[in-house]
């Protein structure tokens, strides 16, 4: 039996994504051997890759002069690889602050010898808001602007696209990318795990300008370096295959859902109505502000907290589970990236209600 | 119908182990989930994770005083990370040249402002053979010695562990990993790129002492820092939790199959049969120096490459695939790495054969 994973990375993978790849597993379309087992040069895995590639070109709208990169290391390798990639040492980055991750890169980022501009940061909201636009000035001279679209502990999300001028705006969309159409123009760089909305563990897509690459400091790792890897088609050494191959399957899947436009209708409403539920309960509460409320974590703590492992418990046994908040901020989280069905959703609202009434 | 694949990398999985995972895809131990879907943190994946490091510590005999990590990026990624951690900028690392993968570890170490010393080259051999021990002398003022014990490609092994005195012994193992039982403590640093023996691409194992790490350079990514690693049992972010447990499941394969004792008696078999038939035929030649030949990867020509297109072709429509030289060095290469059977070797030999009354 499939339960209501409400994990916030790894997350729920669409079961028809999980059943393709389970009837194919030991002998890939017709070929005898997994997809696992494929050399990674031969034609069968180099047009997987390449199908991949157009997908998210298909539903992303990519720009001819922008390179798709699938590399290893995660989001948090690219920490370090942005900075590699587009700055050189003593140069000036900027970024905003809007949580864990934010905080993070930042972290990478004063590691590789660049002067680290934080030109925002939500600590005194607790990272329950986002700065508003206009509020901060990006310098004309930063090499880029760094922001986080969507913070998964506290869930938050902007709801704007910051304005940078001639800075080329960096983007983690590691927990937001694919849920709704976006304007890759407005960026110089995207980058996402693809954990939570793209596959499996073990892959980053990097969505970069090309204008951008082409000046990796020498000291760059080579499966690090954008220019290198795009001349190779991210085959400088041997990919993650079986992440790139679920990456195409998940693409076709939202294909097939109705694309971009569909999943951004979908998410919006699985959202409204587990806000919606949490607004009207003296039960359970929300702290974010209502515009950088995010769509993909929702975040709620119990009016008594002494009840959370009960509520766990409970909720395990309705087939709803890891439902627990983040260990930096406890209470609960909900993520309900692209697989989770409003069926799920609903499943939630129900046990939340009927806990609700029980011990509320 | 499953085919016998003697590709180099990605390469033939053990059957069991896919039947294994794909019979568990969409519901992992009855959690309702797959393995791809659960979270990292939780007790159900760390528990995964753990049984696969002690698989390791029991099939090498990994010595306490070694961390063993599961690191993105590949063996490639390794190239660069290795000088970042056991070096600082101006120090002298040793590398011995055999081969391809030796040559562009070389090439990545000398980007990290490393002096590098390459104290045998086997270029005049054009890679058939291995620098004999004693005909090198290893700086005592080096940070260490590297080398790569299989050259995939060319098909040569080193029948010896180079002796360094006091300095670490750095070995690139991917190709020739959990093959056979090795003496752990020869070496200050192991590692290996997933894809060989050990499972899927996308995951690396490095096997360190504990005194060579903690003095990485303050610019290495976090993901590649050892002791960070270390310290977050390699969970810093997020792991390619797919390839991890598919490395415990090959290890448990190991295991079953009777441990590696058991795996060097098998593939020593297969490699023999294989090289006794090239060696038997005027057909069909290897020209790697007799001591240094492959157990894993064993290349070899057909007297007129002329009909190298018709013999793949054959090959093919016997189920014996991916027999396709490197690209560097043409002709054929069987890699036959644990996952391949007897059985297989057998079936390639009757081919080899019958191809060789038919058109010899």
Redesign the interface.
């Known amino acids: 039996?499939?339960?209501y994973?409400f994990?916030?990375?790894?997350?729920?993978?669409p079961?028809e994504v999980?059943?393709t790849?389970?009837a194919e597993?030991?002998?890939w379309r017709g070929?005898?051997?997994?997809v696992?087992?494929?050399?990674?040069r031969?034609k069968d895995f180099i047009a997987c890759a390449a199908s991949a590639e157009q997908g998210i070109r298909r539903l992303l709208g990519v720009p001819d002069d922008y390179r798709v990169l699938f590399l290893?290391?995660?989001?948090?390798?690219q920490?370090?690889?942005i900075p590699m990639n587009l700055t050189k040492p003593g140069d000036t980055a900027a970024y905003l602050n809007t949580g864990q991750w934010s905080t993070k890169a930042i972290k990478?980022a004063k590691?590789?010898?660049l002067n680290v501009d934080v030109l925002a940061d939500e600590a005194e909201t607790k990272y329950t808001a986002i700065p508003a636009a206009g509020s901060y000035v990006v310098p004309s001279d930063a090499a880029y602007l760094h922001y986080t679209p969507n913070e998964t502990i506290n869930g938050v999300e902007f709801d704007y696209v910051p304005e940078t001028g001639d800075v080329p705006l960096v983007a983690d969309f590691s927990s937001t990318i694919m849920s709704r159409p976006i304007d890759v123009s407005q960026y110089g760089l995207i980058y996402a795990?693809a954990?939570k909305n793209l596959g499996?563990?073990?892959?980053a897509v990097v969505i970069v300008r090309e204008d951008l690459i082409g000046n990796a400091r020498?000291?760059?790792?080579?499966?690090?370096d954008y220019t290198a890897m795009a001349n190779a088609d991210s085959m400088?050494?041997?990919?993650?295959?079986?992440?790139v191959y679920?990456l195409g399957l998940v693409l076709d899947w939202i294909d097939a859902s109705g694309g971009l436009t569909a999943m951004a209708a979908r998410n919006q409403a699985k959202a409204s109505s587990l806000y919606a539920a949490i607004d009207s309960s003296e039960f359970y509460a929300n702290p974010v502000a209502v515009n950088a409320r995010s769509w993909m974590n929702v975040p709620f703590t119990l009016a008594d907290s002494s009840l959370d492992a009960e509520f766990l418990a409970q909720a395990q046994q309705r087939?709803l589970?890891?439902l627990a908040g983040h260990r930096a901020v406890g209470g609960m989280r909900a993520s309900i990236y692209n697989a989770m069905p409003q069926a799920g959703v609903d499943a939630l609202i129900d046990f939340m209600t009927d806990f609700a009434n029980q011990r509320g």
């Not at 696992?36 to 990674?40: F, G, K, W």
């Not at 400088?236 to 992440?243: D, G, V, Y």
């Open positions: 039996m499939r339960v994973n994990s916030a990375g790894p997350a729920m993978m079961i999980l059943e790849a389970q597993l030991t002998d070929s005898g051997m997994s696992m087992e494929v050399s990674h031969g290893q290391g995660g989001a948090s390798g920490f370090a690889a990478s590691t590789q010898l795990g954990q499996p563990a073990g892959l020498s000291t760059t790792p080579d499966i690090w400088l050494n041997t990919p993650p295959t079986f992440a679920l087939g589970t890891n």
